[in-house]
């Protein structure tokens, strides 16, 4: 009886919400441990640890800048279509459908059911079957919330962010008041040289931008936010700030309570830590933590389904996921679809391989778009931006972007072919899959099942231009 279409239902404190609950999630509750490993001492992982944020609002007020050129939702898939062409917009949706989304889904997943676990099993570690399990189910949760109702994983969203910062704040109260107490101890010879692994910083980068990860989140919602010229910067820019602040404090505390030992030794540094300083808050720092991870696997569901959603309207994916339930106004297919996947590697994952593995791709991406950002002004100078960085921002990000990638070859051989050989397996298919016309009899077949399922999920096409 009404237009079926993706609503503008995100305001400013909802894109806040979303940025700030996709970022502070499972990251600075497991990165602190590859960030110390693979940088070899405290202060030169709060080096990392800053330099990852400044990096990070680089990146940020790139992809505001592209969110305002370009008016479509999509995130680093949209951008790399409209500014650097078709393969390499698909080579990013192949490897992000296969690679890069499945794996980080997984490791926020294991996070969640590793740390709401772990109040029941302390001092022990938990089983990890039960980790699995527990994961699983937090995320099938998630998953039917998205499939349910865009408002209400926004509100979620919301509640979940404030949920988030309690839980960096239970960690930075006891930690500063120790610190001012003069337990300066731990801070010791933080910048010795001889402990440095060079060779191995490039992981340290990905182990920080992971837990910063999600500053680019508005970009893949562009089209249901309200006032986005104006939102998207403003929402980037002090949710940026407010996690760079959070976590430079939250790692401080770490190092002055716990020591630089303690953190590698820990399964869940945040437990250990709860041990250590406050333990009347034993069962419920955990669990804090556990709703934040959730958070963060609602944030990665709500914005990689509009990706799906934006791939398949522009022909690069099947067109069944470029449709909306005619109820809920939900993209139910694209949010069902990474539903076997996830699973695969929840079932069969390890954090910290699954970690390098997806983040090779991630990055490399990441850079490809701020590269199509300097390569759009070039080609459109003409194109007045509302909302526009200096040049130096995009292309310090882009080089930085790249040549970390290219270090990881060297740090992490092993994962990080796997993850170039999967970026590498979508050129033939886009030869011989998407640029290639089918057949008569296949194209029938196609369209025959997509009814099928059209009917059986009681969806159809958005029948309003919302870009």
């Known amino acids: ?90 080579l990013f949706l192949w490897a992000e459908f296969f690679a890069i989304r499945p794996a980080n889904s997984a490791v926020v997943s294991l996070a969640f059911g590793r740390y709401l676990l772990e109040p029941f099993f302390a001092p022990c570690a938990a089983p990890l079957p039960a980790v699995k399990l527990v994961s699983l189910l937090g995320y099938y949760m998630v998953l039917t919330l998205n499939s349910w109702s865009v408002t209400w994983s926004a509100r979620v969203q919301t509640a979940l962010s404030v949920v988030k910062l309690l839980a960096l704040g239970l960690i930075i109260v006891p930690g500063m008041m120790l610190l001012a107490q003069g337990h300066t101890e731990n801070f010791q010879g933080a910048f010795d040289r001889q402990s ?61 309570v716990l020591g630089a030992q303690d953190v590698l030794a820990s399964p869940a540094v945040a437990v250990s830590f709860v041990q250590r300083a406050f333990k009347s808050l034993i069962s419920v720092l955990p669990v804090l933590v556990a709703l934040s991870c959730f958070g963060t696997m609602n944030g990665g569901i709500f914005t990689f389904s509009r990706t799906l959603f934006v791939a398949s309207r522009e022909g690069q994916w099947p067109p069944l996921f470029s449709m909306i339930h005619i109820r809920r106004h939900t993209p139910l297919p694209a949010v069902m679809l990474m539903f076997p996947l996830v699973t695969a590697m929840v079932c069969i994952g390890d954090i910290y391989h699954l970690l390098n593995f997806f983040s090779f791709s991630r990055w490399l991406f990441i850079g490809l778009a701020t590269l199509g950002l300097i390569v759009h002004r070039c080609r459109h100078p003409e194109l007045q931006s509302p909302f526009k960085v200096p040049l130096f921002i995009p292309v310090s990000f882009t080089i930085i972007c790249l040549f970390t990638v290219g270090m990881s070859f060297y740090s992490d051989p092993v994962n990080i072919s796997i993850g170039c050989t999967m970026v590498l397996s979508g050129f033939p298919v886009y030869y011989l899959v998407v640029r290639r016309q089918m057949s008569d009899r296949c194209r029938s077949l196609f369209y025959y099942l997509t009814h099928k399922l059209q009917l059986l999920l009681e969806v159809v096409q958005q029948e309003i231009k919302t870009y």
């Not at 309200?226 to 976590?247: C, F, K, Q, W």
């Open 196 to 256: 440095l692994v060079l060779d191995k910083l490039p992981l340290a980068f990905y182990a920080g931008m992971f837990a910063y990860s999600g500053w680019f989140q508005t970009s893949f919602v562009r089209e249901e936010l309200i006032r986005p010229e104006r939102n998207i910067p403003l929402a980037v820019i002090v949710s940026v700030i407010t996690v760079i602040v959070g976590y430079m404090l939250t790692n401080v505390s770490y190092y002055t």
């Open 1 to 90: 009886e009404e237009p079926v279409f993706l609503r503008k239902k995100i305001t400013l404190l909802r894109a806040f919400s979303l940025l700030i609950g996709s970022m502070v999630g499972s990251g600075i509750f497991i990165s602190p441990k590859g960030v110390l490993k693979n940088s070899g001492n405290v202060g030169f992982s709060l080096v990392v640890w800053f330099a990852c944020g400044l990096l990070s609002m680089f990146g940020a007020l790139s992809y505001a800048e592209l969110g305002t050129r370009i008016t479509k939702s999509g995130g680093h898939y949209i951008y790399i279509l409209e500014t650097l062409g078709p393969l390499p917009s698909f």
